[in-house]
């Protein structure tokens, strides 16, 4: 036997979370008529790379699931092209939605979802405070470093790559003239985000 939920009751005990989205996004999820375009252009999701499909992200949030919405491996999936976006005929912006639950699940430590998008993220702004931009090399150990029992996973076509591209990539981490601007730009970004 099946049992059911009162979906209009659930979007009213839980609306909380819809708003609190809304107030961080600037976006109204509550829009969201569940037409499933934006799972349907969606390459990432096509391709076997999310848990959950966009759509249901959206009635997630809308139906006030945060533990579930932040849990899940899409929010870290999501390469945030936009054609989910671009797709919706309601105007909703769905890449900044993803975003916008990623950086409430990390606020909370809420990464288990998918743990390497954290790691790389982490690791790429790193690279781009210290350097003014991203230097390929050191992002490439350091995220080997980090990710336990990767080290020699991508042997097999590390080699040959590094091979191909070993005499155009820097050896150096290159130094750019506005750096120091560039760290500046990420402290007021942190600051406005409460990092700080």
């Known amino acids: 036997m099946s049992s059911t939920v009162n979906l209009s009751a659930q979007q009213r005990e839980h609306s909380d979370f819809a708003e609190r989205v809304f107030k961080e996004s600037g976006v109204d999820v509550l829009k969201c008529y569940q037409c499933g375009k934006c799972s349907a252009g969606c390459s990432v999701h096509i391709c ?102 990767t080290m020699f996973a991508d042997l097999p076509i590390g080699i040959p790559a590094m091979i191909n591209v070993a005499f155009r990539l820097p050896k150096l981490p290159p130094k750019m003239k506005n750096s120091d601007q560039v760290r500046r730009v990420v402290e007021n970004c942190k600051k406005i985000e409460g990092e700080n």
């Open 48 to 149: 076997g790379g999310m848990d959950v499909s966009p759509n249901r992200i959206m009635r997630m949030v809308q139906l006030g699931m945060e533990e579930e919405a932040l849990r899940t491996r899409t929010i870290w999936a999501c390469v945030l092209c936009s054609t989910c976006t671009a797709r919706c005929p309601r105007d909703i912006d769905i890449a900044r939605v993803m975003d916008t639950l990623r950086i409430m699940a990390h606020k909370r430590g809420i990464t288990e979802g998918f743990n390497n998008a954290s790691v790389f993220h982490n690791i790429f702004m790193d690279s781009i405070i210290k350097y003014g931009r991203v230097y390929e090399a050191g992002l490439l150990v350091a995220l080997k470093m980090k990710q336990s029992g």
